[in-house]
């Protein structure tokens, strides 16, 4: 295959190899011929890890261009690919023989038609007999795609496939920066948070015939796609449960406040009261934790500004947060002064109704803690502010 000048490259395809003397020629003849029969021009680019068993000598005799990627991992070899990609489209798939590279005008078709990122999906194309584990095929990647689909609300059947074709700039701007198999995921859940048009075509899963395992590691990897999921959606990891476990603590605390209740024969008391508080407490803290994260990711571009934010910080200020802190510690400090002068007037012994000023006292120091954290969030959110602004 010819080189050619930047602007007369119209697609690129790409190539991770870690050892694949046994597939990448075939490999690299497929996507040549998917080049050559619905490309205007092209290139075949393989990026290799690292091999040592001839993979790259078969791939540039094959006719592809070698990139040697020396950081170890799926995600570093395809930044490094598409990074010395010249064409305008890229098209990236394993070197495993498990997608017929042949197989390019779906992708291009919809990429010449303005969509950024087209994903192949395996699910609607159909999955070999043997082709995907049963627990990477009925759990794993049916699980974490629909999570993808609920946290970043996108369509996006299959998450995880090898092969997906995108404009070169597009993808380069998201700034994709994972080194691992969660590479992957990473390239979706950007696309979905910046608004790119992303589609889907049925794709083919065939059996590998490499004839060894694959550098895929079932838990290890399913863990960091999960992983990055829950860090790139503070609201599911941190705002939704900090929430609900605020709301169902102030249910039950409200409830409980003025007395004891009974459900039947089960009584509830103080001893609820104390996990109710328990509740509250730790739920602010997420709730928290989701804005602080929220508001760093976006500061160091990990995720995109969000206008709901800013007119947030036009009334959430420094200033405001001290002031409900401090209304926060006043109201605790009052119960706790009520309790020691209950107290005192008992002669510092025992109290004859303690449920009434254990009452007061789990409120009360429930306040002051949520003062506590209200004042020192706020002076962290304004440390991050600054950079903001």
Request: aromatic share 8%; net charge positive; proline share 4%.
């Amino acid at each position: 295959m010819a080189r050619l000048s930047d602007a007369a490259v119209e697609l690129s395809v790409v190539i991770p190899c870690l050892n694949e003397a046994k597939t990448i020629e075939a490999c690299v003849l497929a996507a040549r011929d998917g080049v050559a029969r619905y490309a205007e021009s092209g290139e075949v680019i393989v990026a290799d890890n690292g091999s040592t068993d001839g993979s790259r000598e078969l791939a540039r005799a094959a006719g592809a261009t070698v990139v040697e990627v020396p950081v170890r991992g799926y995600g570093s070899a395809l930044l490094a690919g598409i990074g010395a990609a010249r064409g305008r489209f890229v098209v990236m798939g394993d070197a495993d023989d498990t997608y017929d590279l042949r197989e390019l005008g779906g992708f291009l078709d919809k990429l010449r038609s303005g969509v950024d990122l087209v994903m192949g999906d395996r699910f609607r194309g159909g999955i070999e007999p043997g082709a995907m584990p049963p627990l990477h095929k009925y759990v794993g990647n049916p699980l974490l795609s629909l999570l993808g689909r609920v946290f970043f609300r996108t369509d996006v059947r299959d998450f995880h496939s090898g092969i997906r074709a995108f404009r070169r700039d597009s993808i380069l701007a998201l700034d994709l920066r994972t080194t691992g198999m969660e590479f992957a995921s990473e390239m979706v859940v950007k696309s979905a948070l910046r608004g790119l048009r992303i589609d889907q075509v049925p794709v083919t899963l065939r059996r590998d015939r490499r004839g060894r395992p694959p550098h895929l590691r079932t838990w290890r990897d399913g863990w960091r796609h999960l992983r990055f999921l829950l860090l790139y959606s503070p609201r599911w990891l941190f705002l939704y449960p900090g929430a609900l476990l605020m709301l169902g603590g102030g249910l039950v605390t409200a409830l409980l406040l003025p007395g004891p209740k009974a459900a039947g024969a089960i009584g509830f008391d103080v001893h609820t009261l104390i996990y109710s508080a328990i509740a509250i407490v730790i739920g602010f803290q997420a709730v928290a934790f989701a804005i602080l994260t929220k508001v760093f990711a976006v500061g160091e571009g990990l995720l995109p500004r969000d206008p709901r934010l800013d007119r947030a910080f036009q009334y959430v200020t420094l200033e405001t947060g001290l002031i409900v802190g401090a209304a926060l510690l006043a109201v605790g400090g009052a119960g706790a002064v009520w309790a020691v002068t209950t107290w005192q007037a008992a002669g510092f012994g025992a109290l004859d109704d303690t449920s009434v000023t254990l009452r007061i006292v789990i409120a009360s120091s429930t306040a002051l803690a949520l003062g506590v954290q209200v004042v020192l969030a706020s002076f962290f959110l304004s440390i991050l502010g600054l950079r903001r602004r």
